[in-house]
């Protein structure tokens, strides 16, 4: 069974770090890329960050840009996500998403398999 | 505010056909494909239509999208009661270099 399992979330304190983690099975891990989107309590989806499948391009949205930094290792079929500064608008449920390419913006692309997120809150 | 725009809402009945909008810019959705996905109350989002109109296996066919210019548009035929969701359109942003989703529509049925 195809499967994405995220970990690592939890209540931090403004400017602290959280580290996630997204366990990947059931595919070839490092054929794809892979992505984190956040989703806000009752907002919409909003793309994190992204990375292909040798790590050669990574890319990140401009509000996390700086302070996230997404990395994978292919030997334990797991993707990253290192958050430092953390503030309140950092507070969302974190998914982790496969990508149908090997690169972070293939044509064609798009996000076909998703974890069940994990859920990060920012507050004192 | 988001990059892409999608109206908040949309509704139908039964049996129904409704259309949702996304509506962009040349460096998005007039240089790339578009992606479309639902998300189900209480759920992770799923896709439904990759490279603007192209179906992934198990997916029916009461679900279309097409594109043109810096438009695109989701189209659910046969209105189901299950269709009830969040529609968000995705797409590549030249410009950002980023991936951008639109505000998300809220289907009722």
């Known amino acids: 069974e195809v499967q994405l399992v995220e970990s690592g979330g939890g209540l931090v304190q403004p400017g602290r770090s959280l580290r996630l983690s997204c366990a990947a099975s059931?595919?070839?891990?490092?054929?794809?890329?892979m992505h984190w989107v956040r989703q806000a309590p009752g907002k919409g989806l909003e793309w994190v960050s992204g990375?292909?499948?040798?790590?050669?391009?990574?890319g990140y949205a401009d509000s996390v840009k700086g302070r996230f930094t997404i990395s994978r290792d292919n030997a334990k079929n797991s993707l990253y996500l290192q958050m430092n500064s953390l503030t309140p608008e950092d507070t969302a449920l974190y998914y982790c998403?496969?990508?149908?390419?090997?690169?972070?913006?293939?044509?064609?692309?798009?996000?076909?398999?998703w974890g069940q997120g994990t859920m990060v809150t920012v507050s004192s | 505010q988001s990059v892409l725009t999608q109206p908040p809402s949309a509704s139908g009945t039964p049996g129904q056909r409704v259309t949702i909008s996304c509506s962009g810019s040349?460096?998005?959705?007039?240089?790339?494909?578009v992606n479309w996905y639902q998300q189900l109350p209480g759920t992770a989002p799923k896709v439904l239509i990759y490279?603007?109109?192209q179906r992934p296996s198990g997916v029916p066919d009461r679900f279309s999208g097409s594109k043109s210019g810096t438009s695109a548009s989701l189209a659910i035929s046969g209105l189901q009661s299950e269709d009830e969701a969040d529609y968000y359109c995705?797409?590549?942003?030249?410009?950002?270099?980023?991936?951008?989703f639109g505000g998300g529509t809220k289907l009722t049925v």
């Open positions: 040349s460096s998005n959705i007039g240089s790339n494909t």
């Open positions: 990375i292909s499948w040798n790590s050669g391009s990574i």
């Open positions: 995705a797409t590549w942003d030249d410009s950002l270099n980023a991936w951008v």
């Open positions: 998403a496969k990508d149908r390419h090997l690169v972070v913006a293939a044509a064609k692309s798009a996000f076909d398999i």
């Open positions: 490279s603007s109109n």
């Open positions: 059931g595919f070839t891990f490092d054929d794809y890329a």
